[in-house]
């Protein structure tokens, strides 16, 4: 089964710490969420984890072996991460770009085969794009370029995702959908997940597991049954949070 690790990892930015050594391991079956007030650093910290920026010190294993060490390609058909901002500035269609999430799989010079388009048709239709596979992404709008950028990423079908805000844009139809999208990945088939969310509640509906970077290189890290409560938000976010009991578990309100 394929694991992510940190291992005493010291990451900053800017001569600001983001964390200073975590300790934790994205198991199969994990859903994890990544909480922090903004300019805290959580989209730095994931593309540490995902291998694109060194930490100050300590230790990002993927497989059990330093994730530096690894080539791009291997990394890639392990590991996928969904960046933060979704801007296509080269005309391509629809279908095309949810294409380019098989080339880790694929031999240099190899083209996409009927199973590889079967895969995007599927993953576009996943996330409701059904029907734009031949428009220009150019011509999108921020929340279908999303949609379409988690698509290619469900087309790339790695073992462990690194998602930063990928309900960013989204109406709050389309967010459920995605969440319940990488709920699935999870559970379904078994991959782990890390998100980077502002919305507390949708940590709550979803996550296993949670890590809150509380700013000067402090965190915590541990199931959300334990770790999400109005004490630990309070302190994380910096403001009076209100705890209300549904039917479905613990959601939070700001408080005045």
């Known amino acids: 089964m394929t694991s992510l690790a940190c291992q005493s990892l010291d990451v900053s930015i800017g001569g600001k710490d983001i964390c200073s050594k975590l300790n934790l391991a994205l198991e199969p079956g994990q859903f994890w969420g990544l909480l922090g007030p903004n300019g805290i650093g959580k989209t730095t910290l994931l593309k540490c984890m995902a291998g694109l920026s060194p930490p100050d010190s300590g230790n990002v294993l993927l497989e059990n072996q330093g994730i530096e060490n690894l080539p791009r390609r291997v990394v890639a058909r392990l590991l996928g991460m969904l960046q933060q ?11 095309e770009t949810a294409m380019t999430g098989r080339h880790p799989h694929l031999a240099y010079w190899e083209r996409e085969g009927p199973k590889d388009k079967q895969k995007a048709l599927d993953a576009i239709r996943a996330v409701d794009l059904a029907g734009f596979e031949s428009r220009s992404v150019t011509g999108l709008s921020g929340g279908e370029a999303r949609r379409l950028a988690f698509a290619s990423l469900i087309v790339q079908e790695p073992a462990i995702l690194l998602l930063d805000e990928p309900t960013n844009h989204l109406d709050m139809k389309h967010q459920i959908r995605i969440m319940n999208q990488v709920k699935g990945q999870v559970i379904d ?6 998100i980077a969310l502002h919305d507390v509640n949708l940590a709550a509906r979803y996550c296993t597991h949670i890590v809150m970077l509380l700013g000067k290189g402090d965190w915590q890290a541990g199931p959300v049954l334990e770790l999400l409560d109005r004490e630990n938000l309070e302190r994380l976010y910096q403001c009076p949070v209100e705890v209300v009991q549904t039917s479905s578990g613990r959601r939070f309100l700001p408080g005045s």
Not at 189 to 194: C, D, G, I, K, Q
């Open 85 to 95: 901002h979704t801007v296509y500035v080269f005309d391509a269609s629809v279908l």
């Open 189 to 194: 088939e078994n991959r782990s997940a890390m």
